[in-house]
């Protein structure tokens, strides 16, 4: 599944406040409600003056993101000022004709069967809104144009220019667009297709956090610059917006949205500021803005931990056995990928709380999954039902009580995911086997010392043989991931609303009291 770019401003405002606030400023946030007046003076269109004053600040805020990122100016960068009416336009062309959105359409029903979103959660009218609700300005790739919002006052819009053109200053040294788009999108049919796509699964969910992380630490840097700091001497930054990221009262969609879309949006901008910031202070700003350019981590497991990265740790990466003469029969292929650590840490708290996310996250050790759907599914609808895929799920841990801890987690779950739970102790050949009914078919969980397999769907036989194979064919360690895109479940989300542009949460909800006029630390998020 695929991800993309999600910038949640108001909680990066959060950040720069309470660390401006550490050194005497005053950070204060104004109420939510707002008249009907004030509502349609904030959605004023700014004058030809303000118009004239944004176009100018283009260059001066160019030069301050050369100097703080170290990236060269190729050349002037194109603007644009355009209308809500002209962005709403934009967004709901490129949603439809845009080739991550459809798979994301696609992965919907296997992110329900996984249970990270409820069976009546309607994806696509979902984000939608999301994205008219939140854009706040984007650079296109396509097109070399940094695009303005007629409706936001300059101030207001200069922190986002900070953050809009490091992209284009990306983009003037690797092509964003090639150097994003790196991984496969066809669905794998075989052994080699299915192994393949484990090897590459992950690196465009990487390249966008190095994409956003760069980006939201000069921002920081814009917005730090009255009190003479940067993200590179602010020790624990990337770690508090991290830890402030679960304030989406900024944003009415937001707020309702599953904790999937919630982590996995902000993923790309938290994870992957706190990543730059620890690759400047060991290695300096070069090597945070052009070297992770040149050389871009493959997974979220080097992103959550970037003393990894820097030490060229070996991924887990799983193999997959030729499961297709066991299934083909029956089954479709319909999907293949990693379980990556930002998964676990998503599922986790989802199923067991944030304290057991805490705790299990680190002692994941590598998981893939595989989906199939059942040819006797034949119209739409019965396409469009979880019942008609079947999904095992295979992970390691790094000990045996870690492994055993996730399948009771994971076990907990399961009445909330299916109807006519059943267990049916007669069924399990082991005390490591548990086996369930369930109104979608057979349902075993087991355990083998660091190892776990779930199979949901497939018929118990089938899925103890999907089990041993897989069991058979690791390794005794951990393969090194090939350096292209990987397709982790929680990430799509993000990658694939990062080609809208940059978002906004809470316009105007955090404003910096006393960092002096045009200091471009007033919140348009």
């Avoid at 190892?451 to 999907?466: H, T, Y």
Wanted: hydrophobic fraction near 40%.
């Amino acid at each position: 599944m695929r991800d993309g770019r999600l910038m949640v401003l108001a909680i990066a405002m959060l950040l720069v406040a309470g660390s401006v606030a550490c050194v005497g400023q005053t950070a204060t946030a104004p109420s939510d409600s707002q008249t009907p007046a004030a509502k349609a003076e904030s959605d004023k269109p700014m004058t030809k003056e303000q118009a004239k004053e944004l176009f100018k600040s283009v260059d001066d805020i160019l030069n301050f993101v050369s100097t703080d990122s170290k990236l060269p100016i190729e050349h002037s960068v194109k603007r644009k000022l355009i209308t809500r009416d002209e962005v709403n336009r934009y967004l709901t062309k490129k949603f439809n004709d845009d080739k991550s959105a459809k798979h994301m359409e696609r992965d919907e029903i296997v992110l329900k069967k996984f249970g990270l979103l409820d069976q009546d959660f309607q994806l696509r009218p979902f984000l939608l809104s999301l994205l008219t609700e939140q854009i706040a300005g984007f650079y296109d790739n396509k097109t070399k144009t940094v695009n303005l919002l007629d409706w936001i006052k300059p101030d207001d819009q200069k922190p986002v220019l900070a953050h809009e053109l490091t992209h284009a200053l990306q983009d003037q040294k690797v092509d964003l667009t090639k150097w994003s788009d790196v991984g496969e999108d066809n669905i794998a049919r075989n052994v080699k297709e299915d192994n393949q796509h484990l090897q590459t699964d992950e690196a465009e969910t990487a390249r966008s956090a190095v994409a956003e992380g760069q980006a939201m630490a000069v921002f920081v840097d814009y917005s730090l610059r009255p009190t003479g700091k940067t993200i590179a001497d602010t020790p624990g930054i990337g770690e508090r917006l991290k830890d402030l990221a679960a304030d989406t009262s900024g944003s009415p969609i937001m707020a309702r949205a599953p904790l999937l879309l919630q982590q996995s949006l902000i993923f790309p901008y938290s994870d992957g500021l706190a990543f730059e910031q620890a690759i400047m202070v060991k290695k300096g700003r070069e090597a945070a803005f052009a070297g992770t350019l040149a050389n871009p981590p493959s997974s979220s497991f080097e992103i959550m931990n970037p003393a990894a990265y820097m030490a060229h740790t070996p991924v887990p990466v799983l193999r997959m056995p030729d499961i297709h003469p066991l299934i083909d029969a029956e089954y479709t292929p319909y999907d293949v990928g990693v379980m990556g650590e930002l998964d676990v840490r998503i599922l986790t708290e989802l199923f067991g709380g944030k304290e057991v996310s805490d705790a299990l996250t680190p002692e994941w050790d590598g998981g893939l999954y595989y989906a199939a759907q059942r040819k006797s599914a034949m119209t739409d609808g019965q396409k469009d039902s979880t019942a008609s895929l079947a999904l095992l799920y295979y992970s390691q841990w790094k000990s045996e009580d870690a492994a055993r801890a996730f399948l009771r987690v994971y076990t907990r779950e399961l009445p909330r995911k299916y109807t006519r739970v059943e267990l049916s102790k007669k069924d399990a050949q082991s005390a490591d086997e548990q086996v369930y009914s369930t109104n979608e078919g057979d349902v075993l969980l087991s355990v083998s010392g660091k190892d776990v397999f779930i199979s949901e769907g497939f018929e118990l036989p089938l899925a103890r043989k999907l089990r041993d194979a897989i069991q058979s064919v690791q390794g005794t360690g951990p393969l090194q991931v090939a350096g292209v895109r990987m397709h982790e479940p929680s990430l799509s989300m993000a990658e694939m609303l990062g080609s809208f542009g940059m978002m906004r949460v809470g316009l105007e909800r955090y404003t910096l009291k006393g960092a002096g006029a045009g200091s471009g630390i007033t919140s348009v998020y």
